[in-house]
């Protein structure tokens, strides 16, 4: 409970209360007196009480400490400006960032990796960690992301749907089917009745994005976050059969952390409207 300092009440202090000499000495009327002390009781307690008003400043102790946060790597960009922010909101707290694919991230947790939070970019990876005991209360899902096909800037090869990635000397670059992306991938060119080989599988979406962006191949299936946060290198080919392939984006506090209450803080703020200002300019959708 926040302590607040009072200051000491001194008869100085307190108003005065200016009462007719002769009402004070005439002795037919005792209960004058009764009635001027009761004021003066009144009074005293009206300006103790007034120390706990709008004129003092309540103090709280925050949140503070070191916070390591597992995170999938579409959530690069965002998380790490919602981390400086949440910093900034709360000095004396540092939250230090670990991206990777989500099935590798969780691996490591189950596999006794210190970490505060987890957010993963689809709900079967985050139940591997939850079903392994890691998890501290119920994962929420707080966004969810689409897949577009990423391009070169100016789609050099015209590519207008998943159907075009099956040309003739098109090359296309995945992410491998146990990571979110991957999986995402798979349902939608299923969808599509595409079957296709890509010349590579990457580990997780920013691997794949940066084939494209390193003209190693002329299209990729990445998220739609992905594609946003790189305008100069790549266009995003909306396609309709990713309607049916929108991953969940869970997050919880670890059992393990050594900083529960500023995890708790963290995942708090990525649901506010702070945060999710943040996500929703970077292409997340609200779940």
């Known amino acids: 409970m926040p302590v607040i300092a009072r200051k000491p009440v001194l008869v100085a202090d307190l108003p005065r209360i200016c009462v007719p000499y002769g009402d004070?000495?005439?002795?037919?009327?005792?209960?004058?007196?009764?009635?001027?002390?009761?004021?003066?009781?009144?009074?005293?307690?009206?300006?103790?009480?007034?120390?706990?008003?709008?004129?003092?400043?309540?103090?709280?102790?925050?949140?503070?400490?070191?916070?390591?946060?597992?995170?999938?790597?579409?959530?690069?960009?965002?998380?790490?400006?919602?981390?400086?922010?949440?910093?900034?909101?709360?000095?004396?707290?540092?939250?230090?960032?670990?991206?990777?694919?989500?099935?590798?991230?969780?691996?490591?947790?189950?596999?006794?990796?210190?970490?505060d939070v987890f957010a993963a970019a689809s709900p079967p990876t985050m139940k591997t960690v939850t079903d392994a005991g890691n998890g501290d209360g119920s994962p929420v899902v707080f966004v969810r992301n689409q897949l577009v096909i990423a391009v070169p800037k100016g789609n050099p090869k015209g590519i207008k749907g998943l159907s075009d990635l099956t040309r003739s000397g098109v090359k296309v670059a995945l992410c491998a089917e146990q990571v979110p992306c991957g999986a995402a991938a798979k349902t939608a060119l299923a969808a599509a009745n595409v079957s296709l080989t890509p010349v590579t599988l990457e580990q997780d979406v920013k691997a794949a994005l940066s084939k494209v962006k390193l003209g190693e191949v002329d299209a990729?299936?990445?998220?739609?976050?992905?594609?946003?946060?790189?305008?100069?290198?790549?266009?995003?080919?909306?396609?309709?059969?990713?309607?049916?392939?929108?991953?969940?984006?869970?997050?919880?506090?670890?059992?393990?952390?050594?900083?529960?209450?500023?995890?708790?803080?963290?995942?708090?703020?990525?649901?506010?409207?702070?945060?999710?200002?943040?996500?929703?300019?970077?292409?997340?959708?609200?779940?």
């Open 24 to 115: 004070l000495m005439r002795e037919e009327h005792p209960r004058d007196i009764q009635r001027i002390r009761a004021v003066g009781v009144a009074l005293v307690a009206a300006v103790a009480l007034a120390g706990c008003g709008s004129d003092e400043t309540p103090t709280t102790a925050g949140v503070t400490g070191n916070l390591t946060v597992f995170a999938a790597a579409s959530l690069t960009e965002s998380f790490t400006r919602i981390g400086k922010d949440f910093e900034a909101a709360n000095p004396g707290s540092k939250v230090t960032f670990s991206f990777a694919s989500s099935s590798a991230l969780a691996t490591q947790i189950n596999q006794g990796a210190p970490a």
């Open 220 to 287: 990729a299936l990445v998220y739609r976050t992905d594609a946003k946060a790189a305008p100069s290198d790549v266009d995003g080919i909306e396609f309709p059969e990713s309607a049916g392939a929108i991953n969940d984006y869970p997050i919880v506090v670890l059992k393990s952390s050594s900083n529960k209450p500023t995890a708790a803080a963290f995942v708090a703020y990525v649901r506010s409207d702070k945060g999710k200002a943040v996500l929703n300019a970077a292409g997340f959708q609200a779940p």
